[in-house]
C-alpha cells in the first residue's frame, strides 16, 4: 500500500488537472502523428530510502539525491494506449543512519530502465494527462566502498514495480512540454564486507521530472 508520504506528488501532479483542462489551444491540424513520441526531461531522483542489516539491529541507510537527463521513447499502440521506455543513469553516495549513524559506506551508478504501460485522457484539447504502470530492473555499476569501517559492498540487480502519473501540453500537432512523477519501488539486497553483514536496502525513489516531448 502506498502511505501518506508517497501519495503527496502524485495528488500535487492531479491538482495540475484543472488548471489546463478548461482551456489551451486546440491541438494544431497541420498533419497527422505517428505512433512514436520522444520525451527530453530533466530528472530529480529522490531515493526515500532506509535498510535493514541483518547481523546490527537499528542500523539503516540514507541514500543521496542525483539530478540528471533523462530520455524516453513511447510508441503508442492507440491514441489512449502507450508503451514507455525510461533511460536514465544517476550516481548516489551513501551513508550510514542509526546503529551506524556517519559510516560512510560508499558510491554507486544505477543504470534503472524501466517499461510502462500508460493511458492517455485526450478529453482535454491540448493537455493530456496520463497515468502508467509497469516494472523496473535496476543494474548497479561501479560500487566504489568509501574504506575504513566499510571495505567493500554489493547491491544486488534486482526488479521492481513502478507508478506513474504526469500530463503533456502540446503548442502544435507535434511540439510540447512535460511534467511526470514515478514511483519505483526499488528493495535490493545488500552485501557488506565480503558478506560479513547482509541485509536490504529500500530505496524506493521518486523520480520527477519536466521537459520537452516530441511525437512523430
Request: glycine fraction near 10%; proline fraction near 6%.
Amino acid at each position: 500500500m502506498i502511505g501518506p508520504a508517497m501519495k503527496r506528488p502524485f495528488a500535487a501532479a492531479v491538482a495540475v488537472i484543472p488548471l489546463f483542462s478548461g482551456g489551451g489551444a486546440a491541438l494544431a491540424e497541420d498533419g497527422e502523428t505517428g505512433p512514436w513520441m520522444f520525451r527530453l526531461r530533466g530528472l530529480a531522483v529522490i531515493p526515500d530510502a532506509s535498510a535493514d542489516i541483518n547481523q546490527i539491529p537499528g542500523a539503516s541507510v540514507d541514500i543521496s539525491n542525483s539530478a540528471v537527463p533523462e530520455l524516453d521513447i513511447s510508441y503508442f499502440f492507440t491514441e489512449n494506449i502507450s508503451a514507455e521506455l525510461i533511460l536514465a543513469v544517476t550516481q548516489h553516495t551513501i551513508t550510514g543512519t542509526g546503529a551506524i549513524a556517519g559510516v560512510d559506506v560508499g558510491r554507486a551508478w544505477l543504470l534503472p530502465p524501466t517499461l510502462l504501460a500508460q493511458y492517455h485522457f485526450k478529453d482535454f484539447g491540448a493537455f493530456q494527462p496520463y497515468v502508467g504502470a509497469g516494472v523496473n530492473y535496476t543494474v548497479f555499476f561501479d560500487q566504489d566502498a568509501a574504506g575504513g569501517t566499510i571495505t567493500q559492498f554489493d547491491l544486488q540487480d534486482t526488479f521492481a514495480p513502478a507508478l506513474q502519473i504526469g500530463f503533456d501540453y502540446f503548442f502544435d500537432t507535434h511540439w510540447g512540454v512535460n511534467f511526470d512523477v514515478k514511483k519505483i519501488f526499488l528493495r535490493p539486497d545488500i552485501t557488506l564486507n565480503n558478506s560479513t553483514l547482509t541485509g536490504d536496502v529500500d530505496i524506493d525513489p521518486w523520480l520527477i521530472g519536466a521537459g520537452i516531448v516530441f511525437r512523430l
